[in-house]
């Protein structure tokens, strides 16, 4: 079974704070994914990448930045935290094409920012 | 821009009933059908999935059916359990833009024992 782990469950910052999220899939896939979700707005995608240091813009990237120094982890920065990206974040990985594959997500961070 | 619309949002129903959830989509180009399983405290998860030339899928007590010329696929859970209690989410994914993975909403569904 592909397994995508985030590596904390709850998160606690303060306004202001430089915030890592970290993602690791052990299946080697191509392709992964960051969305928030957040009550009555479902899912949205910050960002995805396809390949090692390769990223791409999803819809609500204002605020985010992602890095992929290896295949396996994709960390999702937060720069300057503030209170509107307290949120539940997923984080997802696909083979490639994704166009004929499904999602595996991971179990969530939920980041709290005071 | 392309969306999903998903109904209804909430399902409440009775232990061994029936539940039914629609999806509509406007992006012509969907070919591809997954549907996710989100529980409390956890990552939507893969339940079935279907494509465009398939017009019906089952697994055990799930289906799902498709009508491409109407963009519409809907989710049948037959002999419902109270671990079938989870919010679904229906996606169409298409061609070969990788941002082209959309969501619907989601249903809240209930099922009372």
């Known amino acids: 079974d592909v397994k995508v782990t985030q590596s904390s469950r709850y998160l606690v910052k303060r306004t202001g704070e430089k915030v890592f999220l970290e993602c690791v899939q052990d299946m080697d896939h191509e392709n992964m994914f960051w969305y928030r979700q957040d009550p009555g707005l479902g899912l949205r995608l910050i960002y995805f990448s396809y390949d090692v240091k390769m990223k791409e813009k999803g819809d609500i990237p204002e605020g985010y930045s992602v890095s992929r120094e290896k295949k396996e982890r994709f960390s999702l920065i937060l720069e300057s935290a503030s209170t509107n990206q307290t949120s539940m974040y997923l984080c997802?990985?696909?083979?490639?094409?994704?166009?004929?594959?499904?999602?595996?997500f991971g179990n969530g961070t939920r980041l709290t920012v005071t | 821009g392309e969306n999903v619309e998903q109904h209804p949002s909430t399902l409440s129903v009775q232990e061994g009933d029936s539940a039914v959830i629609k999806c509509t989509y406007s992006?012509?180009?969907?070919?591809?059908f997954p549907w996710y399983k989100q529980e409390l405290g956890k990552g939507p998860q893969l339940i079935i999935d279907i494509r465009s030339n398939v017009g019906e899928k089952k697994d055990q007590r799930i289906a799902v059916t498709l009508n491409k010329t109407a963009k519409h696929f809907s989710l049948h859970i037959t002999e419902t359990q109270p671990e079938d209690s989870a919010v679904y989410f229906c996606v169409t994914q298409a061609g070969t833009s990788y941002d082209k993975v959309i969501f619907g909403p989601g249903t809240s569904l209930s099922v009372i024992p």
């Open positions: 992006d012509s180009a969907s070919n591809y």
């Open positions: 997802a990985s696909s083979p490639f094409p994704t166009r004929n594959s499904p999602l595996h």
